[in-house]
């Protein structure tokens, strides 16, 4: 299961899957019905009355469409940026979070529910924040001198404690009859409020950070060496490191846009890779991307569908990753050493 072969297995996984979550809702579809629609929709094969078209499209491309592929991205992402970083930081506990992104993100949304009645708005503050916390981790790390990846660290440890205690703030001041409880909602996760235009929006720069980590994946093979032995190898390791690190903030950042914050996937689907295919960063990264695009279709599908009401994905996806990565804790270690 450690080759190559082990991609088209997943690809096929992730296809299955996402055609059985097409089928899944407080309305199923069945199989046959959701085939029929797409034959009659791309190639006009078949016969199907114009309302119960009407219908199937509402249910099939507008409204989990668009969920399952904002699913798709979210998991890649974030698990192809938690992979990063753990190759990075030499730590196979590091998480997205790690340099503040996430509650930088997360402050720029509430700001944005408080100060503003748009979404566009409230989307670019999340992104634009998630960036200025990263910046400010990096900054601090710049000022002195000493250990890079420790200074890093520690600057992230400062950036995220610094937006959290501003999120605190906004979510005091907030109305507590209409803007409190969009925030709490928007920061325990969830998808239902995603729409076409806004995967269109944020999928390429998710896809094409995605892809260039990827390239530069032999890279990370090197950085996970330490920082002496890669530069012993020619590779120019600070230039390197803020690369990847604006790719993995890229798409980080991006995540909490659309759909809030959603943890422990960037830390638990690399461990499941790095069990999988082994350490090599050329196989684990987009190995990574099929896990966790797959695992988090699952997860919203389980968030969907566990009861009568939705369950916010961010809680679902705690409620599984703390006991599952306190079982796999142990073979995670031995998978990266």
Known sequence: ???????????????????????????????????????????????????????????LVDIRMPRILAAILIGASLSVSGAAFQAMFVNPLVSPGLLGVLAGASFGAALGMVFSKTWLAVQACSFLFGFAAVL??????????????????????????LFTSLLSIIKYIADPYNQLPAIVQWLMGGLSLVDRSTIFAVGVPQVVSIIMIILFSGYLNALSMGDEEARALGIPVEWVRMLLIFLATVM??????????????????????????????????????????????????????????????????????????????????????
């Open 136 to 161: 400010i981790a990096v900054g601090i790390a710049k000022m002195h001198k000493g250990n890079t990846i420790l200074l890093l660290v520690l600057g992230g440890v400062i950036s995220g404690a």
């Open 252 to 337: 980080s950042a991006l995540t909490v846009v659309v759909a809030g914050m959603i943890g422990w996937v960037g830390l638990i689907i690399p461990h499941v890779a790095r069990m999988l295919v082994g350490p090599n960063n050329k196989v684990l990264i987009p190995a990574s991307a099929l896990i966790g695009a797959i695992y988090l279709v699952v997860v919203d599908d389980v968030s969907r569908l566990l009861f009568n009401v939705e369950i916010p994905i961010g809680i679902t996806t705690s409620l599984i990753g703390i006991p599952f990565f306190a079982f796999i804790l142990k073979k995670a270690k031995r998978g990266w050493n």
């Open 1 to 59: 299961m450690k080759h190559k072969s082990f991609f088209p297995i997943l690809f096929l996984l992730l296809l299955v899957t996402a055609i059985i979550s097409l089928t899944l809702g407080k309305y199923p579809v069945p199989l046959q019905d959701t085939a029929r629609y797409f034959l009659f929709r791309i190639f006009g094969v078949g016969n199907i009355s114009p309302e119960y078209y009407q219908i199937l499209g509402n249910l």
